[in-house]
């Protein structure tokens, strides 16, 4: 066989060798609450004060004195958690020998898919996780009941309706709302037999992805083996944006990822990446949750 030949089955078959498994590739809840992807203050913990409402009184006389009262306030608390990932991306004499420009592009790419992912849990499952308050994080407090609307059935209208209630009457500031539910749960909404043609056609183009958003709240979806599992249900959640918050920061020399050669093993290259990251739930009127299954 010709040299040249050979030297280009050997970069195909390389190349093929560095395919993409099946995964999600993207943050997807990266813009559905408040995301500080830089953050660099030292710390375990990062804090959120919360001051409590101030009602006007009626004036009762004219030269009294004035009101004298202090807002509630309160404090809740995010607790960093670190990560990391590395993968040996082969030694520079193989890269050269198969002629491509940089075959640790896709391996690459698959930590940062893996960091992403991370990232997309990390949220999900701390929504309705205990919260921490108190001036270093000392008191838990616990998921309220009242905020699981649903424990079992399909996802309907009837749900997005007893979620679109529970916010109204959150009076949470902010006008974003989100839905995450799995793949299973958007198809089951067409099964819905109590609809107006108006909605039904809604519904089907909110399945369909020609449209993300329906009554008031944004749906992302999630592959079903990625939303929590709650007592056998897949967890659907909704939440408003400005009750949830989300930071993370790098570890080592300011930067999330590095390709560097490692002495300590015989020069070979290795990309790693590491990151804090934490998450705190600023009101508890912001979540609600319904527990899906397919009947």
Same mark, same amino acid.
């Given at each position: 066989?010709?040299?040249?030949? $050979?030297?280009? +089955?050997?970069? @195909?078959?390389?190349?093929?060798?560095?395919?993409?498994?099946?995964?999600?590739?993207?943050?997807? /809840?990266?813009?559905?609450?408040?995301?500080?992807?830089?953050?660099?203050?030292?710390?375990?913990?990062?804090?959120?004060? $919360? =001051?409590?409402?101030?009602?006007?009184?009626?004036?009762?006389?004219?030269?009294?004195?004035?009101?004298?009262?202090?807002?509630? &306030?309160?404090?809740? @608390?995010?607790?960093?958690?670190?990560?990391?990932?590395?993968?040996?991306?082969?030694?520079?004499?193989?890269?050269?020998?198969?002629?491509?420009?940089?075959?640790?592009? *896709?391996?690459?790419?698959?930590?940062?898919?893996?960091?992403?992912?991370?990232?997309?849990?990390?949220?999900?499952?701390?929504?309705?996780? #205990?919260?921490?308050?108190?001036?270093?994080?000392?008191?838990?407090?616990?998921?309220?009941?009242?905020?699981? /609307?649903?424990?079992?059935? %399909?996802?309907?209208?009837?749900? /997005? &309706?007893?979620?679109?209630?529970? +916010?109204?009457?959150?009076?949470?500031?902010?006008?974003?709302?989100?839905?995450?539910?799995?793949?299973? !749960?958007?198809?089951?909404?067409?099964?819905?037999? %109590?609809?107006?043609?108006?909605?039904?056609?809604? =519904? %089907?183009?909110?399945?369909?992805?020609?449209? !993300?958003?329906?009554?008031?709240?944004?749906?992302?979806?999630?592959?079903?083996?990625?939303? #929590? $599992?709650?007592?056998?249900?897949?967890?659907?959640?909704?939440?408003?944006?400005?009750?949830?918050?989300?930071?993370? &920061?790098? =570890?080592?020399?300011?930067?999330?990822?590095?390709?560097?050669?490692?002495?300590?093993? %015989?020069?070979?290259?290795?990309?790693? /990446?590491?990151?804090?990251?934490?998450?705190?739930? &600023? +009101?508890? *009127?912001?979540?609600?949750?319904? !527990?899906?299954?397919?009947?």
């Amino acid at each position: 066989m010709d040299p040249v030949q $050979i030297e280009h +089955h050997r970069v @195909i078959a390389f190349g093929r060798n560095l395919a993409m498994a099946p995964q999600t590739g993207e943050f997807k /809840l990266q813009n559905a609450v408040e995301c500080d992807l830089n953050f660099t203050e030292p710390g375990k913990y990062f804090t959120d004060e $919360i =001051i409590g409402k101030s009602d006007p009184q009626e004036m009762t006389d004219r030269y009294g004195p004035t009101p004298s009262k202090e807002p509630n &306030r309160g404090r809740r @608390i995010g607790v960093f958690t670190p990560l990391e990932d590395a993968n040996w991306l082969g030694d520079n004499i193989d890269k050269v020998r198969q002629q491509v420009t940089d075959p640790a592009n *896709a391996i690459v790419t698959a930590m940062r898919f893996g960091q992403y992912r991370a990232r997309d849990q990390k949220i999900l499952t701390s929504l309705y996780a #205990p919260a921490r308050e108190g001036e270093t994080g000392e008191t838990v407090v616990p998921f309220p009941a009242g905020n699981v /609307l649903t424990n079992s059935g %399909k996802l309907t209208l009837a749900k /997005l &309706r007893s979620a679109s209630l529970f +916010h109204d009457n959150g009076k949470v500031l902010g006008e974003e709302r989100f839905w995450v539910g799995g793949a299973s !749960d958007k198809s089951k909404l067409l099964e819905e037999d %109590k609809v107006t043609s108006a909605e039904y056609a809604a =519904i %089907k183009a909110l399945v369909n992805g020609e449209i !993300d958003t329906f009554m008031g709240f944004k749906f992302i979806w999630f592959a079903d083996d990625e939303i #929590p $599992i709650v007592g056998g249900k897949r967890r659907n959640i909704s939440f408003k944006k400005t009750g949830n918050q989300y930071k993370s &920061r790098p =570890i080592v020399g300011g930067e999330t990822a590095k390709v560097w050669t490692r002495t300590d093993r %015989k020069g070979n290259w290795e990309a790693y /990446l590491n990151f804090d990251h934490g998450f705190l739930r &600023r +009101h508890d *009127a912001s979540v609600c949750v319904h !527990d899906c299954d397919d009947t």
